[in-house]
């Protein structure tokens, strides 16, 4: 009775060091993967979502500030035309 226990103790310890290589092998796997996408990601040149929202709202506030001093300088070359004329 005791050598079947032992056996069943040797095969369910086998088998959990099985499942810790499994799992090893699985993340190293995906990291490898991970690697290998953002190697082939930069090799094109593209941008990071940050990178391309960053540059967006920069160009967002300078329309913004575009549109306003050109709202300003009308106002003041309406002013400046009407100085003249009066």
Do not use: H, Y
Not at 2 to 23: H, I, L, W
Request: without cysteine; aromatic residues 6%; proline residues 0%.
């Amino acid at each position: 009775m005791s050598t079947q226990n032992k056996f069943f103790d040797d095969m369910s310890r086998m088998m959990t060091n099985a499942m810790g290589v499994a799992q090893g092998a699985k993340d190293e796997a995906g990291n490898a993967f991970n690697s290998w996408i953002d190697r082939w990601l930069a090799e094109r040149d593209l941008v990071t979502r940050e990178e391309f929202d960053a540059v967006r709202d920069m160009a967002i506030k300078a329309r913004t500030e575009n549109a306003e001093l050109k709202s300003r300088l009308d106002a003041i070359e309406t002013r400046l035309n009407e100085a003249g004329q009066g």
